[in-house]
């Protein structure tokens, strides 16, 4: 079966911000387009390399392109980051383990706990963060396949030890795949600290406007590629052009924008530390995902209520600033506090944000 369709190879030695905006441009030829084109195709004339829509598509093989160079290996395109991330999780056979992380997106643990449900693999959920206890419980199952990391993680933001467990779970023949939704290619790089997949759910900082579903696979072993784009051919989880191309727009700015958001997010993440009437702030560092615990989940649904510039909605990563109760999911982990709120912070004025963000917090002083 066909593979890619062919792009012009890539300089490797370029920067990030560079590849990004370079990156899967079609070849040079006079009055050829700056941009690659939405191909729109289900079939293609026969005998080339790739002969029926569901097996590749020039738009999505440039935006494998720019992420991979980005990543540091092949990517794979596919309709949604759960559509990637369940990918993954058919690479695991009958009665394997998988462990994972506690508070991993709740998509990925509800996918873990229906697989298990149905006698398909058996899943440990740990603390991430703590690497002696994931060591632990890889070792505890004779049978485990795959460690699921996610750093930080979705929506507590505990930072795991890629590096550390990759070298531990390959000791013991476990494969290492990193949900690298949160830090973008731009903030971590897994496949270089030792993992063997990332996923991306697309759909957030990658294409970054809050009006695409995608997501993505980057690999650097080819027969992990094969596997992946094998099962993507058959379960036909394929993304749109149209989508595809819009996330591929997406990313020529993504340096820009991610730049802008962190910024904005370290201000308010030290604003919040100082509010009296936030209980806890959490932000790891980097990247431009911050949660404020407030006092109880009816305080949380105030402010969230109540604020005109940040939009109450779920999602995140996109240029607008959102914010969300998280515990008001049925399916989010019992262990995230009620008060818990995340905020997706975009980039736009930070004053202008913490203007909007205070006066809704102002409402809870007595
Ligand atoms: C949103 C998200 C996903 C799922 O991606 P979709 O594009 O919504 O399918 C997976 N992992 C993380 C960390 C996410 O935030």
Known sequence: ?????SHPAHPTDLRPATIAVTGGRPS??????LNVPITMASTYVAAGDVEYGRYGNPTWSAFEDVL???EGGRALAFASGMAAATTVLDLVGRDGGVVAPQHAYSGTIMALADLEARGRLHAELVDIADTDAV???MKADEDCALLWIESPTNPALELADIETLARAAHELG???VVDNTFATPLLQQPLSLGADIVVHSATKYLAGHSD???GALVVSDEEVHGALKARRDLVGAVPGPFETWLALRG?????????RAQQNAVEIAGRLADHPGVVEVRYPGFGAIVAMVLADGFTADLVT??????????????????LERRRRWQAEAQTIPEGLVRLSVGIEDVEDLWADLSRALAALAP
């Open 135 to 137: 060591v632990g419980a």
């Open 1 to 5: 079966m066909a593979d890619e369709l």
């Open 28 to 33: 040079r030829q006079p009055d050829a387009p």
């Open 174 to 176: 476990v494969r290492v």
């Open 251 to 259: 990313l020529r700015t993504l340096h820009l924008r991610l730049e």
């Open 305 to 322: 209520r109540s604020t005109r510039l940040w939009v109450q909605a779920t999602s995140l990563g996109g240029v607008e600033s959102t």
């Open 68 to 70: 991979g160079a980005l």
């Open 212 to 214: 695409v579903q995608l």
